[in-house]
């Protein structure tokens, strides 16, 4: 392989530009991820070849079912759009090992099938709707003769880097400016170094001088990749993806996953955490053989856009990491806040009928609070640590889901503490009367 780099040297080449190429990622926040491939018609799921025990004829008869039909990447993009996604990373290649678009190197294709290249369309239909780009590539194949030999043959270990080179090049030489290259499952390798991940990521870097990489080719690269549960990083760029339903990221039967499927509310509980503890969420869905977006992530996703459009300012963009209870609100609702700490936004899951609702633990007072939704300004007081808003509207103001934001603007950073056993236990605060004494 031609230019060959030493893991420090690397390490030094993308550092140096990672805060340029970082900086839409990080203010990014949403993005959707779209798990499509000829496991959509198996519908048990994208694992389905190994765990269902296709053999490699048996399961190339899922090209008979597979039938994607004219415009479904729009229909993804479009959808994504109205959700709010700022990103779409498609599964351009899965473990199952079947290329979604016309590869020389692998002829197991879309554009041999069907005529079709899904990721130019894929491509274009994300440009049209304004969205980054991502390209998801497995290092697993089920069909290629030396991947699972290269564990422990070299040269079936060179073939196949070859291969999964070869395919990445097309990828990123092929459809212009990418932004993501998301690597899945680097076993059974479990060094980079057998990867040689170092090497051919600053070759296909040099193709793409602005892209981001993740942390599945066993390197840290440019952002960390907890799957199926929101986990912060603390000091690195991070990205948790989510299937829709806690089951599959492949199609499954969307009347039967129903009960299942996420709703807004949920999703936006795992954005808070995201815009929490700067990172972003790849909620995933999981097209019909046909393409088609299943019925049951449609309107969960609608609702979530509609939501977007009135609060997004709580979601998106650089927020203060707020690690713990720092900035915190109470029991119904947890805060986001912008990186300077002077604006709070309080994510109200349940609205006081009651017309008034307190938080203690704001050591300073806000100059304003206003519901974020609606503009409406709020009257509150503020003695002690205890913030008291008043005069709320009885009935809850967001009437997409339910989830009302109240921003709170301070002229200082605002000054937060919680305490976490007892009421008592709050520092160089005045313990005033009726509090604890
Ligand atoms: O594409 C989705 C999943 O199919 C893919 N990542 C997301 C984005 C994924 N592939 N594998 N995994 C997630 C984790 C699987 C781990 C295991 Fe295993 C498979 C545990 C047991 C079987 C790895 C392979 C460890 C032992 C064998």
Redesign the pocket.
């Given at each position: 392989m031609e230019n060959r780099i030493t893991p420090e040297e690397y390490k030094a080449f993308t550092k140096e530009s990672k805060d340029r190429r970082m900086e839409w990622f990080r203010n990014a926040r949403f993005g959707m991820f779209i798990?499509y491939g000829l496991f959509a018609a198996a519908e048990t799921g994208?694992?389905a070849q190994l765990w269902d025990g296709y053999t490699i004829k048996e399961y190339e008869k899922m090209t008979e079912k597979f039938c994607p039909k004219e415009g479904c990447a729009e229909e993804w993009c479009k959808l994504a759009k109205e959700a709010g996604a700022k990103y779409a990373v498609l599964?351009t290649r899965?473990?199952e090992g079947f290329s979604l678009w016309n590869s020389k190197v692998n002829s197991f294709n879309s554009y041999n099938y069907y005529g079709r290249d899904i990721v130019k369309e894929f491509v274009e239909a994300c440009r049209k709707y304004d969205l980054r780009i991502g390209l998801y590539s497995s290092l697993m194949d089920w069909r290629h003769p030396d991947a699972w030999k290269c564990m422990d043959d070299e040269e079936a270990r060179a073939r196949f880097l070859q291969y999964i080179e070869d395919m990445n090049v097309e990828l990123l030489s092929n459809y212009g400016k990418i932004d993501i290259l998301w690597y899945?499952?680097p076993?059974p390798q479990m060094s980079s170094k057998n990867w040689d991940s170092v090497n051919r990521n600053y070759k296909l870097r040099q193709l793409q001088p602005d892209i981001l990489i993740n942390n599945r080719s066993r390197m840290a690269e440019d952002f960390f990749t907890p799957?199926e549960s929101v986990s912060p990083e603390k000091d690195a760029d991070w990205e948790a993806?989510m299937t829709f339903n806690g089951i599959s990221?492949g199609y499954l039967d969307e009347d039967q996953v129903l009960p299942y499927t996420y709703s807004a509310n949920q999703v936006l509980r795992m954005l808070r955490t995201c815009a929490r503890a700067g990172g972003n969420l790849l909620l995933n869905i999981g097209p019909k053989p046909d393409g088609s977006v299943p019925k049951d992530a449609v309107e969960p996703l609608q609702k979530l856009g509609a939501w977007l459009r009135d609060n997004g300012e709580a979601a998106y963009g650089l927020k203060a990491r707020l690690d713990g209870n720092e900035v915190g609100a109470n029991q119904i609702g947890h805060c986001t806040a912008s990186v300077d700490k002077k604006t709070v936004y309080v994510w109200e899951y349940v609205w006081p009928k009651a017309g008034k609702m307190s938080f203690g633990g704001y050591l300073s007072a806000p100059k304003k609070i206003t519901i974020l939704g609606t503009g409406e300004n709020v009257e509150f007081e503020h003695v002690g640590h205890r913030l008291t808003l008043k005069n709320l509207p009885t009935e809850c103001p967001d009437k997409h889901v339910g989830i009302t934001v109240l921003k709170m603007e301070f002229d200082e950073p605002c000054q937060y503490q919680f305490s976490s056993y007892y009421p008592q236990m709050l520092n160089g605060v005045d313990k005033s009367e009726g509090y604890g004494n």
């Amino acid at each position: 392989m031609e230019n060959r780099i030493t893991p420090e040297e690397y390490k030094a080449f993308t550092k140096e530009s990672k805060d340029r190429r970082m900086e839409w990622f990080r203010n990014a926040r949403f993005g959707m991820f779209i798990h499509y491939g000829l496991f959509a018609a198996a519908e048990t799921g994208e694992w389905a070849q190994l765990w269902d025990g296709y053999t490699i004829k048996e399961y190339e008869k899922m090209t008979e079912k597979f039938c994607p039909k004219e415009g479904c990447a729009e229909e993804w993009c479009k959808l994504a759009k109205e959700a709010g996604a700022k990103y779409a990373v498609l599964t351009t290649r899965h473990h199952e090992g079947f290329s979604l678009w016309n590869s020389k190197v692998n002829s197991f294709n879309s554009y041999n099938y069907y005529g079709r290249d899904i990721v130019k369309e894929f491509v274009e239909a994300c440009r049209k709707y304004d969205l980054r780009i991502g390209l998801y590539s497995s290092l697993m194949d089920w069909r290629h003769p030396d991947a699972w030999k290269c564990m422990d043959d070299e040269e079936a270990r060179a073939r196949f880097l070859q291969y999964i080179e070869d395919m990445n090049v097309e990828l990123l030489s092929n459809y212009g400016k990418i932004d993501i290259l998301w690597y899945d499952m680097p076993w059974p390798q479990m060094s980079s170094k057998n990867w040689d991940s170092v090497n051919r990521n600053y070759k296909l870097r040099q193709l793409q001088p602005d892209i981001l990489i993740n942390n599945r080719s066993r390197m840290a690269e440019d952002f960390f990749t907890p799957e199926e549960s929101v986990s912060p990083e603390k000091d690195a760029d991070w990205e948790a993806c989510m299937t829709f339903n806690g089951i599959s990221w492949g199609y499954l039967d969307e009347d039967q996953v129903l009960p299942y499927t996420y709703s807004a509310n949920q999703v936006l509980r795992m954005l808070r955490t995201c815009a929490r503890a700067g990172g972003n969420l790849l909620l995933n869905i999981g097209p019909k053989p046909d393409g088609s977006v299943p019925k049951d992530a449609v309107e969960p996703l609608q609702k979530l856009g509609a939501w977007l459009r009135d609060n997004g300012e709580a979601a998106y963009g650089l927020k203060a990491r707020l690690d713990g209870n720092e900035v915190g609100a109470n029991q119904i609702g947890h805060c986001t806040a912008s990186v300077d700490k002077k604006t709070v936004y309080v994510w109200e899951y349940v609205w006081p009928k009651a017309g008034k609702m307190s938080f203690g633990g704001y050591l300073s007072a806000p100059k304003k609070i206003t519901i974020l939704g609606t503009g409406e300004n709020v009257e509150f007081e503020h003695v002690g640590h205890r913030l008291t808003l008043k005069n709320l509207p009885t009935e809850c103001p967001d009437k997409h889901v339910g989830i009302t934001v109240l921003k709170m603007e301070f002229d200082e950073p605002c000054q937060y503490q919680f305490s976490s056993y007892y009421p008592q236990m709050l520092n160089g605060v005045d313990k005033s009367e009726g509090y604890g004494n």
